[in-house]
């Protein structure tokens, strides 16, 4: 499936010194001119602070956001009306829920009916969430502890005895209006642990049974710390903040600067604290959490800041974020709800009414039917002390490329065209493309495609950076794969348009 290899990645190793891949050229955190050409190294450091600075999905799209506004791009509200505000040329972006966003940018040569590049990914990750009770009594070991529920795969063997930190989204009450907002809060030390026992106390040794309810809620501090009266539950029965831990919750009140009394609710989770760093001799492999889906996903936003506009550019380029991948998908701001193909009606009805085009469902079958979706979700990089789990020819390597990810039971979206528009993006800008698909005794998995390519109708791959230990609270990827996949992903924005124009109808 390889058609030609980046020179950025041929030598690579023999001209990084052991210190060279922290020395970053410049960052693509703000983009350069639209001339500027970039090198996969340049990602590296902007990668693993994005990653460590925002732990959840709302951090991400906050993140998103401010990247976007410096880049020129404008929001359009969900609750607002777009007509006359989306314009040919123009660049915009707009929010569900807080935990997902869609940004695009309008060619500006477009046409009613002309179709729309898509990179997609999800910024949720598997982790646990705070209960809606959480406040646990404290018992004879003198431990405060937190009432967590695991999210997806949350709190699987690999969470045991880490440093967590605790983040997401608090509901705050203005005393003086009554209104209602939300803010993000990130507290900045390891709040919480779920921690081990003895060898000498357990069988099997340090986790017992693991029971997810009994065994594995996490440690806070301890009651001894705190005086009688710091103990007691804060406002009155019924209110939100009296079922929480009160320690807690005057930590997340001084965070923010506020009243424990503007506390309406929250969405809190528990997150590995440990930064993501470069690892390796040559510091060539990266180490973080979170990786299953933002590494993707930061490169999708990444390739669409980086892309190239030309005045004759005729096609949208589309980076769509969703959150609720690992539990399938199915709430509104999940890639199963109606987030991508809504934006993207409102987004040609609007573009037609500035035509004077009638609008109708004949125009977006026309446009989807122009339109390609890479579906880019993490996959598998080969493991070099599990290769009989692999099948032969199908073991993706780290800093290499991304891999098209294929699956004859439909877990996948990919077929033999949407493989080879991959290709021949990977031979336009000189990259490499690497296919993976499960032996036929193992579990493929599934990620996002099939759902959005069956809802909107446009063709389709599944295809993603490779990582090692999916799902683990702690993975490794490449040091060159978030640049190789921005890179990627930015030549198929570029390039799309061009493809399409090379198939027949």
């Not at 809060?185 to 919480?192: G, T």
Request: hydrophobic fraction near 35%.
């Amino acid at each position: 499936m390889t058609r030609s290899e980046p020179s950025s990645v041929a030598g690579s190793y023999a001209s990084v010194g052991a210190t060279s891949a922290l020395r970053q050229p410049t960052t693509p955190e703000t983009p350069a001119p639209q001339h500027k050409e970039y090198s996969p190294e340049q990602f590296t450091q902007p990668f693993c602070e994005f990653m460590t600075q925002n732990p959840t999905p709302f951090h991400v799209v906050d993140y998103c956001k401010t990247k976007l506004r410096d880049a020129g791009f404008q929001e359009l509200p969900s609750r607002e009306s777009w007509s006359g505000k989306v314009h040919p040329g123009g660049k915009y972006w707009t929010t569900r829920n807080g935990s997902a966003i869609i940004a695009f940018a309008v060619g500006k040569a477009y046409k009613p009916g002309n179709g729309v590049g898509m990179v997609a990914g999800h910024i949720d990750a598997n982790t646990a969430k705070l209960k809606p009770v959480s406040s646990k009594p404290v018992n004879e070991a003198g431990c405060i502890q937190l009432g967590v529920a695991p999210y997806a795969s949350g709190l699987n063997p690999t969470w045991w005895d880490r440093d967590l930190g605790i983040a997401g989204r608090v509901v705050v009450r203005d005393p003086d209006t009554g209104k209602t907002a939300t803010r993000l809060v990130r507290l900045d030390w390891p709040v919480a642990k779920v921690a081990t026992v003895a060898a000498h106390l357990s069988n099997p040794a340090f986790f017992g049974d693991g029971n997810l309810e009994t065994r594995m809620t996490p440690i806070i501090g301890l009651a001894s710390a705190y005086s009688a009266s710091e103990r007691q539950p804060l406002g009155a029965p019924g209110d939100f903040v009296h079922s929480q831990p009160p320690e807690l919750v005057q930590l997340v009140a001084g965070d923010l600067g506020i009243s424990y009394t503007q506390i309406a609710n929250w969405d809190l989770e528990l997150f590995d604290f440990q930064p993501a760093q470069v690892f390796g001799m040559r510091k060539e492999l990266i180490t973080a959490g979170r990786l299953d889906d933002k590494l993707c996903s930061w490169a999708a936003v990444m390739g669409l800041l980086t892309a190239r506009h030309r005045d004759d550019d005729g096609y949208v380029k589309l980076v769509s974020l969703f959150d609720d991948e690992e539990i399938g998908g199915k709430l509104r701001q999940g890639h199963a709800g109606t987030f991508l193909p809504t934006t993207i009606e409102r987004m040609v009805e609007a573009l037609a009414h500035a035509d004077k085009t009638s609008y109708g469902p004949g125009l977006v079958g026309q446009t989807y039917a122009r339109s390609f979706l890479i579906a880019s979700d993490v996959s598998h990089a080969g493991h070099p002390n599990f290769l009989d789990n692999y099948m032969q020819g199908h073991v993706p390597t780290l800093n290499t490329g991304i891999a098209i990810k294929h699956d004859p039971k439909g877990g996948f979206s990919t077929d033999g065209v949407s493989a080879a528009v991959l290709m021949r993006v990977a031979e336009l800008i000189g990259a490499k493309v690497q296919p993976y698909q499960a032996r036929n005794d193992v579990r493929a998995g599934g990620s996002i495609g099939p759902v959005l390519s069956s809802m909107m109708g446009c063709r389709s791959t599944d295809a993603g950076i490779v990582q090692l230990s999916m799902h683990s609270v702690r993975a490794s990827t490449g040091a060159l794969d978030p640049g190789l996949g921005a890179l990627f992903y930015k030549g198929f924005l570029e390039n799309w348009e061009k493809i399409d124009g090379e198939y027949a109808p």
